[in-house]
């Protein structure tokens, strides 16, 4: 194996790196502080597009993470990029949150359930059957269809939670049309990040706890790659995917000397 150059950036997943149901990590602040004092760029990446970056500092801070808005990158950013690139100023049947929709508002698209060119499918907690009967038949008439993540679950307090990828699978048996992803694995949702922060693949490195999202998806975009076990992957489980991650470290506390 080719040996890689010294790591001058990081991208970190959020839920089960920094957090887990609410609850810093221990290190998680400690690894924050140090890329903040040491100038170096990064970005903390989440799957979930409930939430406008704006939210999510609010939401971190309370818990002690102090991570700049500008320093969070969300699967309905790289959605709403995606949109912009490949259709401009263009119109989408939107099933999301505030993080969705605002992302989508401030690229210029307008949001209508009436011949729109996507249906556009993010994460909330309030699916409703009338919206996804809706999605359906917009689908069957012609609208692309663009899901923000492929996630099956979430996690919660209570256990997991149905996700993104599972209503998808819904309106794909509804309707026969697979959606396009842009969220992780996709490493499209990486590339735009580490374009976001001006890094380079060949010096950056991905921190995840799941081998099926983060760890793929820094592999396919070139990145170093760290699975911490303080998320869903287990380490007993690592030896059942036919990747691998670069490292595999307890915690992100394990990681702060390497900033």
């Known amino acids: 194996m080719a040996e890689r150059k010294p790591i001058e950036s990081w991208l970190t997943d959020m839920d089960g790196?920094?957090?887990?149901?609410?609850?810093?990590?221990?290190?998680?602040d400690s690894f924050i502080k140090r890329l903040k004092e040491s100038g170096r760029s990064f970005l903390v990446l989440t799957n979930n597009s409930i939430h406008t970056p704006r939210d999510l500092t609010a939401r971190l801070s309370r818990i002690g993470l102090h991570v700049p808005t500008e320093n969070i990158w969300t699967s309905a950013l790289a959605t709403a990029q995606f949109l912009d690139d490949q259709r401009p100023h263009g119109t989408a049947y939107v099933i999301g949150e505030a993080g969705l929709t605002t992302a989508l508002h401030d690229i210029g698209y307008v949001l209508s359930d009436q011949e729109p060119d996507y249906v556009v499918l993010g994460e909330t907690r309030t699916y409703s059957f009338e919206a996804l009967t809706r999605a359906i038949?917009?689908?069957?008439?012609?609208?692309?269809?663009?899901?923000?993540?492929?996630?099956?679950?979430?996690?919660?307090?209570?256990?997991?939670?149905?996700?993104?990828?599972?209503?998808?699978?819904l309106i794909t048996k509804a309707t026969g049309q697979e959606p396009y992803f842009v969220g992780k694995p996709n490493p499209l949702m990486m590339r735009a990040g580490l374009n976001a922060i001006?890094?380079?693949?060949?010096?950056?490195?991905?921190?995840?706890d799941r081998m099926d999202t983060d760890v793929r998806a820094g592999m396919e975009a070139g990145l170093e790659t760290f699975l911490v076990l303080t998320g869903l992957t287990k380490a007993d489980s690592v030896e059942r995917f036919p990747f691998r991650p670069s490292n595999v470290v307890d915690s992100i506390a394990e990681l702060v000397d390497l900033v």
């Open 137 to 169: 038949r917009l689908i069957n008439a012609g609208a692309r269809f663009i899901a923000t993540n492929p996630d099956e679950t979430g996690p919660s307090a209570e256990g997991a939670l149905p996700a993104t990828g599972s209503v998808a699978a």
């Open 17 to 28: 790196v920094l957090m887990h149901e609410g609850i810093p990590v221990p290190g998680a």
């Open 198 to 208: 001006g890094a380079h693949s060949e010096t950056t490195a991905m921190i995840g």
